[in-house]
């Protein structure tokens, strides 16, 4: 297959590579990114050293309907994955435009270039949180009407009901994965896995969002790939399907773990000020993932973590290089107002 990959140099564009690549060592991988302050070429360097012509990289933004089409077409490409995209909610809080940009109208060039193009699939990859927030019970189904709360929940049902539409108005051969939130090697350290084990990691306050009772359901990355494979394969057209980890975890749980395996203790922990709009709960029902797809995550939260945290612990100088001028104005402007 000659595959377009996009946000390949992300967190999890990046291990899908990975792992397209050694499931399928004779596909052909485009990946076009953007390298915004979240993306990040060094992750790929192993494959790029040793995948030769079965990989290209390619610099520029989904938003370029020149630039995708042409790409489409010179790499005779047959299907795409769009992972590409603004992914933190606490930036769309601070600025929505990136988002819009590129999570609707990136998402729309993507699938009206693919069609015109005759590529023949588009898997979409978006997001739990188009569903909103649930209360103590309950888990999201596909059906559940979309309700998101974030300016990037709002973005990705956007990108979410184009592709749907595409499907319902021309016919396109477009699937819609939604899952629960990753972690896992290369998760830039702004999400909560990576940026409570860099604070536990130099003994600095870990700062937890209101009461630290909201709840997510944690899948690791390899798991999430693997769905984002089987619907590129086995999906129905017109499909959406959920994933999920099956571990749902209140935060403070998460982070006094990582408190554990860092060898830290729960001196550290910071209640701070909420995220505005901040979703209580996600709970994933995939059975009809499972049902047509046979996904299943194989990697339970505790050895997950364990794997995470061993990573983080192998490859500091990955972290140093990702905690750049962007990230570190950010990180001083978010975090300023809230201890
Ligand atoms: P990320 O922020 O780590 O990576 C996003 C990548 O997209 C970066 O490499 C960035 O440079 C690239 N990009 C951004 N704008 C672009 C543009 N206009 N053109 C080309 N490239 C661009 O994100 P992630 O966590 O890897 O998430 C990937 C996808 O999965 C997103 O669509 C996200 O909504 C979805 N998703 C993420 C999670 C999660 O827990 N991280 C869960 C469910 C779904
Ligand atoms: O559910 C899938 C989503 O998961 C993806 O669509 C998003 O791209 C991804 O970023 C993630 O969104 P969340 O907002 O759930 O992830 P985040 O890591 O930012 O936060 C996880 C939880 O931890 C959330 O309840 C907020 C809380 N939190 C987060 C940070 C960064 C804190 O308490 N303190 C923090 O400093």
Known sequence: ?????????????????YAMRERHPDW????????????NLGSLRALEAEAGDAY??????????????????????????????ESHVDRSIEDA?????????GAQTILDCARRAGVGRVVHVSTDEVY?????????????PLAPNSPYSASKAGADLLARAC????????????CSNNYGPYQFPEKLIPLMYVKAARGEALPVYGDGRNV??????????????????????????????????????????????????DTLIRFVTDRPGHD???????????RELGFAPSVSFSQGLERTIAWYQANPAWLEEVQSGAYLTFMQSWYKGRA
């Not at 499907?167 to 939604?178: A, F, K, L, N, W």
């Not at 099956?246 to 203790?265: F, H, Q, S, W």
């Not at 209580?280 to 499972?290: H, K, P, Q, V, W």
Request: net charge negative.
């Open 1 to 17: 297959m000659r595959l377009l990959v996009t946000g390949g140099c992300g967190f999890i564009g990046a291990n899908f590579l």
């Open 28 to 39: 052909r991988l485009v990946n076009l990114d953007k390298l915004t302050y979240a993306g």
């Open 56 to 85: 290209a990289f390619v610099h520029g933004d989904i938003c370029d309907k020149g630039l995708v089409s042409r790409l489409l077409v010179e790499e005779r490409i047959e299907a795409v994955v769009n992972f590409a995209a």
């Open 97 to 105: 435009a990136p988002f819009v940009s590129t999570n609707v109208l």
């Open 132 to 144: 909103g927030s649930l209360g103590p019970t309950g888990q999201f189904l596909e059906t559940t």
């Open 167 to 178: 499907h319902e108005t021309y016919g396109q051969d477009v699937v819609v994965t939604r």
């Open 216 to 265: 997510r359901d944690w899948i690791f990355v390899d798991d999430h790939c693997r769905g984002v494979e089987l619907a590129l394969l086995h999906g129905r057209p017109g499909a959406v399907y959920n994933f999920g980890g099956a571990a749902e975890m209140p935060n403070i749980e998460v982070v006094r773990a990582i408190l554990r395996l860092t060898g830290r203790d």
């Open 280 to 290: 209580r709960r996600y709970a994933m029902n995939f059975d009809l993932a499972a």
